[in-house]
């Protein structure tokens, strides 16, 4: 049985980075079957896909937040992560890690962190 | 980029009723198209794929059709369960959801 599961501050503070790692088990994040990927949702507002990354490294954002994100995969551990740089108050949403097989959607989900942009 | 709509905002409807919501694209995304459905606190839940793919373990109920820039989501008869908040997403190009419809209790 996949899980996927976030970890990482719950608070963060203006113009700092937020860092989160998305443990995966049940699964490989090697296989060549899936794309991983961060999905965010600001508390009562909508979704917004932040970003992906393939095992072999290949990543892909969301060009509005480009500029201030990495994500990273660490097979030896099945993880990948999420860095949002200089975040603001805007950046305080509940965050997803999520997998997708190629050619489909994202079919499997964390259970969400809460992150809070505050001083 | 892509930009997605949905109608209505907000449906109210009772048990039993058949439900449609409309989902469309600012442009073409052949069937490029996803439906989910969260409910509060909770992960969304992927419901249909390319626009018209029942996801596995997904009632029959929930159906799905469209191409191109106009698609639907039907739920045949509503059950107390299906009372959420329903989003489309198109990946043609990268990921967009829409801003999602909240089907409430009439």
């Known amino acids: 049985q996949l899980q996927l599961q976030e970890s990482g501050p719950g608070l963060v503070k203006p113009s700092e980075t937020l860092s989160l790692t998305c443990t995966v088990s049940?699964?490989?994040?090697?296989?060549?079957?899936?794309?991983w990927g961060w999905i965010r949702q600001p508390p009562g507002k909508g979704l917004e896909w932040i970003g992906s990354?393939?095992?072999?490294?290949?990543?892909y954002y969301n060009p509005s937040l480009k500029s201030r994100v990495t994500i990273s995969v660490d097979t030896s551990k099945n993880q990948f992560s999420l860095k949002l740089s200089s975040v603001t108050a805007a950046d305080t949403a509940v965050y997803y890690c999520?997998?997708?097989?190629?050619?489909?959607?994202?079919?499997?989900w964390g259970q969400g962190t809460l992150v809070t942009v505050s001083s | 980029d892509i930009q997605m709509t949905q109608s209505p905002s907000t449906l109210s409807a009772s048990v039993g009723d058949r439900v449609t919501i409309t989902c469309r694209a600012s442009q073409s995304i052949s069937s490029w198209l996803a439906w989910y459905q969260q409910k509060p606190g909770k992960a969304p839940k992927l419901l249909i794929y390319k626009a018209s793919s029942l996801e596995s373990g997904v009632p029959s109920r929930f159906s799905g059709s469209g191409s191109g820039t106009e698609f639907t989501l039907t739920i045949s008869s509503l059950q107390p369960d299906d009372f959420a908040t329903y989003y489309c997403?198109?990946?043609?190009?990268?990921?967009?959801f829409g801003p999602g419809t909240k089907v409430d209790i009439k």
């Open positions: 999520a997998r997708r097989p190629n050619s489909s959607s994202w079919r499997s």
């Open positions: 049940g699964g490989s994040i090697s296989s060549s079957s899936y794309y």
């Open positions: 990354i393939y095992y072999s490294g290949s990543t």
């Open positions: 997403q198109q990946y043609n190009s990268y990921f967009t």
